[in-house]
């Protein structure tokens, strides 16, 4: 079973509408957690932390759900710009366990 | 302040060439990383390191050696470069906080032939 799992999409949505994304992660010792996005042919970049009472950054909200074990990425109002691949990470705060899901595609459409 | 940044940005390689691929931060971190990403694959860790002087294997070390003489710099070698080798490579650092998460330097694509 993979450290962290994402539904790779893509997901193709008008503008405006909201959208939401999940990752799940196996290990329960997991205590950081993280939302990248990456544009094509360029490198990840942190969207967001996620904290375990959520975190809301404009159109942004992460949330975090220790009991079932995933942490969740809405985009609320999506733009033409919000098209991505969104990299869910998560960090047991071991130097060499910090996984990153292998993204999941966001298409924005007119 | 340039945070993470890799050297070069392209290269194109024979078979059986060698190459060295840099990455130097300037954030004062311990930890830093080399991934290859490929289409579908995500990013897979290929050795790390924890501080000047260390190096560890990550999950796909395998035709690549690394070395950090320095704290701000990491660098990635391959010593027989195979086609299988093609790929981007994405250099990263962490800081130590509990909070702290990983920043990318602006990758380097490889081609073999």
């Known amino acids: 079973r993979k450290e962290v799992e994402q539904d790779p999409g893509p997901f193709n949505v008008p503008e405006g509408a909201t959208v939401a994304f999940n990752c799940t992660y196996s290990n329960s010792a997991s205590q950081s957690f993280f939302w990248y996005r990456q544009d094509c042919r360029k490198e990840p970049k942190l969207l967001m932390s996620v904290y375990s009472s959520g975190n809301e950054d404009g159109r942004f909200t992460a949330q975090l759900n220790r009991a079932s074990q995933y942490i969740s990425l809405l985009i609320r109002d999506s733009k033409l710009s919000d098209s991505a691949t969104y990299l869910c990470?998560?960090?047991?705060?071991?130097?060499?366990?910090?996984?990153f899901g292998s993204g999941t595609k966001l298409n924005v459409k007119p | 302040n340039a945070g993470v940044t890799q050297t070069p940005k392209f290269r194109v390689l024979k078979t059986g060439q060698s190459m060295t691929l840099l990455c130097a931060q300037d954030?004062?971190?311990?930890?830093m990383y080399w991934y290859r990403q490929d289409p579908g694959m995500g990013l897979r860790l290929i050795h790390y390191s924890v501080g000047e002087g260390t190096t560890a294997k990550g999950e796909v070390p395998d035709g690549y050696n690394v070395s950090r003489l320095k704290k701000q710099n990491f660098l990635l070698g391959l010593e027989s470069a195979a086609p299988s080798q093609t790929s981007v490579y994405f250099c990263?650092?962490?800081?130590?906080?509990?909070?702290?998460?990983?920043?990318f330097g602006p990758g380097t694509r490889l081609t073999v032939l």
């Open positions: 954030m004062n971190h311990e930890y």
């Open positions: 990263a650092s962490e800081g130590q906080g509990s909070t702290d998460t990983q920043y």
């Open positions: 990470a998560v960090n047991s705060n071991n130097f060499n366990k910090f996984y």
